[in-house]
């Protein structure tokens, strides 16, 4: 990731994140009310202390209407740049495959 210009990596929580960053990529399974709800806090608080940044919410295994209803509900839609992410099968090894849940 470091190749592409990954500075930090944070777990998403409650807490502000605080990065010096022009760009924030969030990587969430799909329709998860919780993250989306932490998003948007994070989103508001940049915003609060006026932050010039982009926003990109990526969608695992993909977007769906329900994610779309999320940003919406939360007001944060206009934001935001939405993308999926079509992970549906990991290769572990030769012969063993999984599948997210």
């Not at 777990?11 to 998860?32: C, H, P, S, Y």
């Not at 994070?42 to 779309?68: A, W």
Request: with cysteine.
């Amino acid at each position: 990731l470091k190749h592409h210009g990954v500075e930090q990596w944070f777990r998403l929580e409650d807490n502000a994140i605080k990065a010096d960053g022009t760009q924030m990529l969030f990587l969430v399974q799909a329709a998860d009310p919780v993250a989306v709800a932490r998003i948007a806090n994070q989103i508001r608080r940049d915003e609060e202390s006026k932050r010039d940044r982009h926003y990109v919410v990526i969608f695992v295994p993909r977007e769906t209407s329900q994610c779309r209803q999320l940003l919406e509900q939360e007001r944060i839609q206009a934001s935001v740049r939405v993308a999926s992410f079509e992970l549906y099968w990991v290769p572990f090894d030769g012969d063993i495959i999984s599948s997210p849940l």
